[in-house]
């Protein structure tokens, strides 16, 4: 009874799944999708993925020059940048991991390896 | 003066980095090319302002911070979709 209720229940949904791509449109929405997705549970990124990322971030900022960026490299020290550019560093990081790190955290911020320690324990990066 | 090139924050530099923060926050709620704008306009006020202001000028920047606040709450509506700036010259309120 129960199994034939099922499968008739089943037989009527019809979930709309490629409509509400074809809605959604651009292929961003569609890309933003599927990194929610697998930044729920348990595939963790690894320290090594972050450290890249990490990097990538640093490098691709336009003051910086891409050839000093190191894991352990200071932002204000090591690469002349100063405290703004230290507040844009860490926002970019914020969107390149989907985080929201909050200003007393963010301030303390000020390095590749804190920036990588911070997110390599933060539950939510993806 | 120039902006913190590191050591610690002082209460004062924390709050007008915590404002710049926020501003950049507001930016990425508007679309793409409003947000590219925002964020040119607010990166050079600020940087404008780091370099005129006297860094021991607290009634002036407690000015700034308040008046950015301000501006931030009307940028932070909704309603609000872009920024524009009106190039004034104030050459009395720089000086201390």
């Known amino acids: 009874m129960a199994s034939a209720l099922r499968s008739a229940v089943l037989r009527h949904i019809r979930v709309p799944v490629a409509e509400t791509l074809t ?9 933003s999708n599927v990194r929610s997705m697998s930044s729920h549970g348990d595939d ?29 490299v200071h ?14 560093i860490v926002m970019a990081l914020e969107e390149e991991f989907k985080l929201e790190i909050p200003d007393k955290e963010a301030d303390k911020i000020d390095s590749c390896s804190l920036a990588i320690e ?8 993806s | 003066m120039g902006a913190s090139t590191g050591a610690k924050l002082s209460g004062m530099q924390k709050q007008v980095l915590g404002l710049y923060r926020g501003f ?8 793409p090319e409003e947000r590219r704008q925002i964020e040119s306009i607010v990166s050079a006020e600020f940087r404008r302002n780091s370099k005129l202001v006297d860094r021991k ?21 909704p309603a609000t979709v872009g920024l ?5 010259d104030y050459p009395q309120t720089r000086k201390s």
């Open chain 1, 23 to 31: 809605l959604n449109g651009s292929k961003w929405s569609l890309i």
């Open chain 1, 44 to 72: 963790h990124i690894t320290k090594e993925e972050i450290i890249h990322r990490v990097l990538d971030v640093v490098k691709s900022f336009p003051k910086v020059d891409p050839s000093k960026v190191a894991p352990d």
């Open chain 1, 75 to 88: 932002f204000q020290k090591d690469l002349g940048l100063d405290s703004l550019d230290n507040v844009e």
């Open chain 1, 118 to 125: 911070y997110i390599h324990n933060h539950p939510m990066a």
């Open chain 2, 24 to 31: 950049l926050r507001a930016a990425r709620t508007k679309s």
């Open chain 2, 57 to 77: 000028n607290f009634i002036y920047i407690e000015y700034l911070l308040r008046r950015g606040k301000k501006q931030l709450d009307q940028l932070s509506s």
């Open chain 2, 84 to 88: 524009s700036y009106l190039n004034v």
